[in-house]
């Protein structure tokens, strides 16, 4: 029987949990959490996914709010705006919704974030600390949703042997690096497959749990994996569906119809790292926010 891993269930049962803490804080007296999110311009997919952190925020007891500016914006003024929110201590969390339009710089604004109200876990001092095993860094959202995932569905990587394909420095990554940390969440053997890995599918099928980040709908195919495994779908994209009103749906990166059957455990496309992504960020931010209280 395939366990199927529902990033909404999980999410949902971690959000009470961090309502919870907030009710508490509040009780004492504390202001709520507050996470600031930055959208730049009209895109569709972006103004849908920044409306789905607020109303996450709002569902624990955060103060979510999205400040928003013309797709014009010069680079330095936008500097600027995450300058302010830098200096505010009422804010707690900053995030910067991309990709933002080609005359702005993601690098330059990501790294204008203080790295203490960075709950993207973007930033060069967070994924530095992420390197290097220190436990004080705000862990990049993705990956950290993907091992609260894993917990919540009692999906231990001690000891396994992770394979991930995708090297990109917001998944695959820190992925890695989170999953071979000697903590809690990891103590796997990992192995970070990209374009240039020679005969991918010689890595694959020895995945205890193969976690998939590339971008191309349907690429990882039953063949590719192990009997038992633990399959983590991270890639989104949007395919052509005509039976939609929207005439679009999103579609992961592995082939969900004919691996199902063969592995133990899998996330859907959507609902399965999706919700886990605003979780990292939502939990991000309550760490931040207790560590100037506690
Ligand atoms: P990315 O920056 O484009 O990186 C893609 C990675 O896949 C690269 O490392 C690339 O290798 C590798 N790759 C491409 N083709 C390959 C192939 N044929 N064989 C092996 N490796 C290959 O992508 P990303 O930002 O990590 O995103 C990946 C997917 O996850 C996208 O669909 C994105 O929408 C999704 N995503 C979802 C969430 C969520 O919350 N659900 C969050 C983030 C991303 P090279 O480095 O050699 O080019």
New binding site residues.
């Given amino acids: 029987m395939t366990l199927i891993l529902d990033g909404t269930v999980a999410a949902a049962s971690i959000r009470i949990q961090i309502a919870a803490q907030v009710a508490e804080f509040k009780k004492k007296g504390h202001r709520p959490p507050c996470l600031i999110a930055i959208l730049v311009g009209e895109d569709g997919a972006s103004m849908t996914y920044v409306g789905a952190k607020k109303i996450a925020c709002e569902e624990v007891g955060f103060t979510g709010k999205v400040r928003r500016f013309r797709a014009d914006i010069s680079e330095n003024d936008l500097i600027s705006e995450i300058q302010k929110i830098n200096l505010d201590d009422a804010i707690d969390g900053l995030i910067v919704q991309l990709p933002l339009p080609k005359h702005i710089s993601e690098e330059k604004v990501t790294q204008a974030i203080l790295p203490q109200k960075d709950v993207d876990g973007f930033h060069y001092i967070n994924m530095g600390k992420l390197a290097k095993g220190a436990s004080d860094g705000v862990k990049p959202?993705?990956p950290y949703?993907i091992t609260l995932l894993m917990k919540h569905y009692g999906i231990d990587a001690h000891g396994k042997h992770v394979v991930i394909?995708?090297?990109?420095?917001?998944?695959?990554r820190p992925m890695s690096l989170l999953l071979s940390a000697a903590a809690p969440y990891g103590n796997a053997s990992v192995t970070l497959?990209?374009?240039?890995?020679k005969d991918?599918s010689f890595f694959t099928k020895m995945a205890d749990i193969l976690i998939v980040?590339?971008?191309?709908p349907g690429?990882v195919k039953a063949e590719m994996v192990k009997e038992g495994a633990v399959i983590i779908d991270?890639?989104?994209?949007r395919v052509e569906d005509t039976s939609r009103k929207s005439g679009w749906r999103l579609k992961?990166?592995v082939d969900f119809e004919s691996v199902f059957e063969k592995v133990s455990a899998i996330t859907p496309?959507p609902k399965?790292?999706?919700p886990?992504?605003?979780t990292g960020l939502i939990m991000n931010t309550l760490e931040v926010y207790k560590a100037k209280f506690v």
């Fill in positions: 959202a993705t949703g394909i995708g090297r990109s420095n917001i998944v695959g497959c990209h374009s240039r890995t991918l980040a590339l971008g191309k690429f991270v890639g989104t994209t992961g990166d496309v399965g790292v999706g886990m992504t605003i």
